[in-house]
């Protein structure tokens, strides 16, 4: 496929708004897509050229951005940066500024899907401390090649900033009308596989190829996900549930085949170097050719630790034996995924718990399971009493659904008005706070667009400012009088009083006195919380208050 036809593509997308014209169009495409580039068109119309659990990453920020483009338009570095904050869409600057570039390139070629997969897939791989030279070349190279469309596209995958409103379900549903295979079955096999691009290759071989995918060790899934709720809500059913602690700690995914142990964090990044500690546990606990689901926790002095302190150390990259010695890391196992070649999370919860129970030696979680809600309350007590977050409850015959926030995983927490929200903006701060940003705009997901919901400004130390500055100054993409606009990357967890309907946010609804609580480093912008959520919680809230 030419590149120029897929940010043709993308250009046409991006002015519709209707789901199944979108579907319609997508699967259009896909059937009249070789073999080769149906998994890169996959990949690259949601903006992620490389599967999630491939540990890929490309790395590019606007810095590198700004040098490759000031390079090819023979502008100076000012002029981009100029023009990228004054039209806000970087896509849409690069366009503008290739379409008057004035530096003739030395050689200009057709490009394709192959050549972008192929340029992105290099840049990925460089390291060390010239890389970031590099992918300036890499970016340099494919942007003298391509038209001011293109580089509108190429610009929002190196950025990670991609949306033109092909949201996963719009791809499914494409995917599975190109192929006449049933939309569940592309679900269920993406589910497993945590690839897209792979999951269509095998939709073209049929139904009964999307059937058989399988877990392989050292291939990670995305982690099954839980709801906040009440205890006397999920009870409504009438039915047992399996009650466990929720422990503040950090998720993790082990793998264990032919004496090699792998642990991959909730954002499916690989850890092992990290938690060497945690690593020796699991090996001695569990037997070979495994994969189970679980969290760490930081203990000191027989308490546990704030789960920041877990996450110090999976960003550790030296002294991590000391960091080992000063505090212990212990692992918590809830679920098992996969067991001697054969995938459990088609099993129902009671079933796979009892495996669970039956093969490790240490470290699973305690549980309970309960029908009488006097009981579970005084089980909710006791997690707090020892210093964790609350208690899960988990439906007795619930599959393992990766990557999914259903309703058969319920959590209870004494602070249940919280929400994890996209951080996209930010105003600087005035007096002492003036060199830092003092407040900050937040979004909600919906679909591939984050939508502005709240604005924080209180709950920061001054340190927490001070390396959110740190962290975000890079990311800057556009700028109007004091308010900044950034490449979406952090999720905030805030808290909340209430949720009101408002007309100054864009998503209809507004926080009252938001705070910030922490910044959720494990959590990817796929599991910041949704328009939908926030509808839901609003309609729950008001229905409470009126009966």
């Not at 897929?6 to 059937?31: D, V």
């Not at 606007?62 to 000031?70: G, K, T």
């Not at 192929?179 to 269920?188: A, I, M, N, Q, T």
Request: proline share 4%.
């Amino acid at each position: 496929m030419i590149f120029l036809e897929f940010a043709e593509l993308c250009s046409r997308l991006e002015k519709i708004s209707g789901r199944l014209e979108t579907i319609s169009i997508l699967a259009e495409t896909i059937s009249s897509l070789s073999e080769d580039d149906l998994p890169h068109f996959c990949r690259l119309i949601l903006g992620k050229p490389f599967p999630e659990w491939s540990g890929k990453k490309l790395g590019v920020g606007p810095n590198l951005l700004y040098e490759a483009v000031a390079y090819v338009t023979g502008r100076k570095r000012e002029e981009v940066i100029d023009r990228l904050s004054r039209v806000g869409d970087a896509g849409a600057a690069v366009e503008e500024l290739l379409s008057q570039k004035s530096q003739t390139s030395f050689f200009t070629v057709e490009l394709t899907l192959a050549d972008i997969m192929a340029a992105l897939i290099e840049i990925s791989g460089m390291e060390g401390g010239r890389s970031q030279k590099e992918k300036v070349r890499v970016i340099q190279r494919i942007l003298s090649s391509a038209s001011p469309l293109e580089g509108h596209y190429i610009t929002a995958i190196l950025l990670e900033d991609f949306r033109i409103g092909v949201g996963e379900g719009n791809l499914r549903d494409a995917i599975a009308q190109a192929l006449s295979v049933d939309p569940g079955l592309v679900e269920y096999a993406n589910q497993v596989r945590n690839d897209i691009g792979e999951v269509a290759v095998l939709a073209r071989k049929g139904e009964e190829a999307l059937r058989q995918v399988r877990l392989v060790p050292f291939h990670p899934v995305r982690m099954m996900l839980a709801r906040q709720g009440t205890i006397s809500g999920v009870l409504e059913e009438g039915d047992p549930v399996a009650v466990e602690y929720k422990y503040d700690g950090a998720r993790f995914q082990f793998h264990k085949q032919n004496k090699t142990c792998r642990m991959y964090s909730r954002r499916l990044e690989e850890v092992t170097s990290a938690m060497p500690d945690v690593v020796a546990l699991l090996d001695e606990a569990l037997p070979d050719d495994i994969i189970v689901d679980g969290e760490v926790i930081a203990v000191q002095n027989g308490h546990p630790m704030p789960f920041q302190t877990v996450l110090r150390r999976f960003r550790r990259k030296h002294n991590i034996a000391e960091a080992a010695d000063a505090i212990t890391m212990i692992p918590n196992l809830f679920d098992i995924l996969y067991y001697h070649q054969e995938m459990l999370i088609d099993l129902p919860f009671r079933e796979r718990r009892n495996i669970l129970t039956q093969v490790a030696s240490k470290y699973v979680t305690p549980q309970l399971i309960s029908d009488d809600e006097t009981e579970i309350e005084a089980y909710y007590h006791t997690a707090l009493d020892a210093g964790h977050e609350g208690v899960m409850l988990k439906v007795l015959g619930s599959r393992y659904t990766p990557g999914v926030r259903g309703k058969d995983w319920v959590k209870i927490k004494p602070e249940a008005d919280t929400l994890d929200l996209v951080v996209t903006g930010a105003e600087w701060g005035e007096g002492k706070r003036a060199h830092v940003f003092g407040s900050f705009l937040l979004s909600v997901r919906d679909d591939d667009r984050l939508v502005p919901i709240s604005r924080v400004a209180t709950g920061f130390s001054d340190e927490q400012l001070s390396w959110l500055f740190d962290t975000l100054k890079d990311d800057v993409i556009r700028k109007e009088g004091k308010m900044v606009f950034f490449l979406s990357r952090l999720v905030f967890e805030i808290g909340y009083s209430e949720i009101q309907k408002s007309p100054n946010y864009e998503g209809g609804y507004a926080l009252r006195f938001p705070r910030f609580i922490e910044v959720r480093e494990d959590k990817d912008l796929k599991e910041a919380n949704t328009a939908e959520d926030v509808e839901e919680r609003y309609i729950q809230t008001h229905r409470s208050l009126n009966s």
